[in-house]
């Protein structure tokens, strides 16, 4: 039964048993699944990634994509993680032919030419807007990226991060939520940001 537990969606990605454990940490009672009935009783939903975006195809064939949508709309609060906020987008251009789910209708694209890619290590965050994900957080937290392509700064970006210019690190739109960080990765403030997702209020 997933009635108030965190959902945490599980589509073959790297980094689940790492976020599901800095999850329960901080106190989340969490059920893993594949399944998109399981989103249907859930209190919040977590989306973690890790790798290519072509994988993100698995969430539409599966069904998920359409229950998130719906719950989301009722407003459960979801949190998504590296691929998981650039999923929000139309799409990608690392699998042009894999759509997003469209929350956003901006693209996501590689880094430019000129800089290291993939984005490996500890950046800083800075804050454009209110973000409910980082209140209680020193100004310009130090958190832990690992990427290749970056979504562009929208309406709904509360914080960013600058390499090779400025990309979306934060992303806040009603019961939206998405970081392109790993929170699981990023020590006391990486925790502080998941404990303060799971506190967020339905809107």
Known sequence: MSAGKTVVIDY???NLNSACKSLRAVGADLLVTQR???LKNAARIVLPGVGHFASTERLTTSGIGDA???RVAEGVPFLGICVG???LFAGSAEASDTPGLGIFPEVCERFPGGIKSPH???NSLEP???SRLLAGLPDSPYVYFTHSYRAPR???TTTVTNYG???SAVIEKDNWMAVQFHPEKSGAVGLKILENFLKVTPC
Request: hydrophobic share 40%.
């Open 12 to 14: 073959q990605t790297g």
């Open 68 to 70: 998130l949508r719906e």
């Open 120 to 122: 490996v290590g500890w």
């Open 85 to 87: 906020l650039q999923w």
């Open 165 to 167: 210019g400025a990309f």
């Open 36 to 38: 998109p009935e399981d």
């Open 154 to 156: 929208i309406n709904a």
């Open 128 to 130: 454009v807007g209110e």
